[in-house]
């Protein structure tokens, strides 16, 4: 009797070891699986483009296999919310940007997931900036022009928008704050619409991606007076930036992975470092700069800490400008 209890005890004990070890064994073994890579946006747009090339990087590297799912509306909130609600396995993550982790939060009286609980932050991928542009026959041939004519005229200058809330909107908003004039907005839904109202004259300047932009300004359709990053792009390195104009001035669509809160540190970890490893190859950098973009990489801890304050930061400038949801 007495060594059948200790049969069972320690058939009790080993069970409970291996069930104490599961998660530590999952985790190394992680992935062993296809992993979804959701994209808020549609297929070609910005966002699609770094997260295809980026998944791309990580399977070459790792031999890991991922599959993008676009999942687009909401302003980006459809697909946050599938990864935030996904089961924290390591097998569900998603690209989120500024617009969804920190201009959203604040914009939209009420949201399906909280940026900063509910997703937990594995790599800021990278960064890029938005394009101040003019139509190429427009009067204005500078910012400093384009603000003056602004001021000349308060209210009746329009900036096309890609949409409400959008990083391009939001820093119109802080550039017309930061130069003291007032603009006439004009949202559309999508930026194709928006750069060709642009070039029928029927809104005055834009900020576009880069991607958006480039072949229009080489083409000659369109002239490009500011970038919204610190430092001027290698793609377009005759345009200042916004800084050089009124200090300190930056605004960057960040694109950061992240993957449902509760994931395992090991897996989010594990992530992390072969994102920075693909990020550094020559051949990822190159990529990245010829689209307008700026690789970043770093730490899950700065990560979040980046997160953090930008959802700070532009929930701060929704407030100022008093930005209401379409």
Not at 40 to 59: E, H, M, N, S
Not at 173 to 200: C, H, M, Q, S, W
Not at 248 to 267: H, M, R, Y
């Amino acid at each position: 009797m007495f060594s059948n209890a200790r049969r069972a005890f320690l058939a009790c004990a080993a069970a409970a070891a291996w069930l104490n070890a599961a998660p530590a064994f999952a985790d190394t073994a992680w992935p062993d699986k296809p992993v979804r890579l959701i994209v808020p946006y549609t297929p070609g747009g910005a966002t699609d483009i770094v997260a295809r090339l980026v998944a791309q990087k990580l399977a070459d590297d790792t031999k890991w296999t991922f599959i993008v799912d676009n999942r687009a509306g909401g302003n980006g909130n459809i697909g946050m919310d599938v990864v935030a609600k996904a089961k924290p396995d390591g097998y569900t993550i998603g690209l989120g940007q500024t617009a969804n982790l920190a201009i959203n939060p604040t914009l939209f009286p009420k949201m399906p997931y909280d940026a900063l609980k509910d997703l937990m932050p594995v790599s800021v991928v990278a960064s890029q900036p938005v394009v101040l542009v003019v139509r190429a026959d427009a009067p204005f041939k500078t910012l400093a022009e384009l603000v003056a004519a602004a001021k000349a005229k308060p209210g009746e200058i329009r900036q096309a928008l890609a949409g409400t809330g959008t990083l391009g909107h939001m820093a119109g908003e802080v550039l017309a704050k930061r130069a003291g004039f007032k603009v006439l907005n004009v949202p559309y839904k999508g930026a194709a619409p928006a750069i060709t109202d642009l070039l029928g004259g029927q809104t005055d300047y834009m900020f576009a991606t880069p991607q958006g932009a480039l072949s229009m300004v080489k083409g000659g359709r369109l002239r490009a007076l500011a970038v919204t990053s610190a430092k001027r792009l290698p793609v377009m390195p005759d345009v200042p930036t916004v800084a050089e104009s009124y200090k300190g001035f930056e605004a960057v669509d960040w694109k950061a992975l992240v993957a449902p809160a509760g994931t395992s540190p090991e897996i989010v970890k594990k992530l992390s470092a072969a994102v920075d490893k693909a990020l550094a190859k020559p051949a990822t950098i190159s990529q990245l700069l010829a689209e307008g973009s700026t690789p970043v990489g770093g730490s899950p801890e700065q990560a979040a800490q980046y997160i953090k304050s930008e959802h700070a930061r532009w929930g701060a400038a929704v407030r100022e400008a008093g930005v209401q949801p379409e």
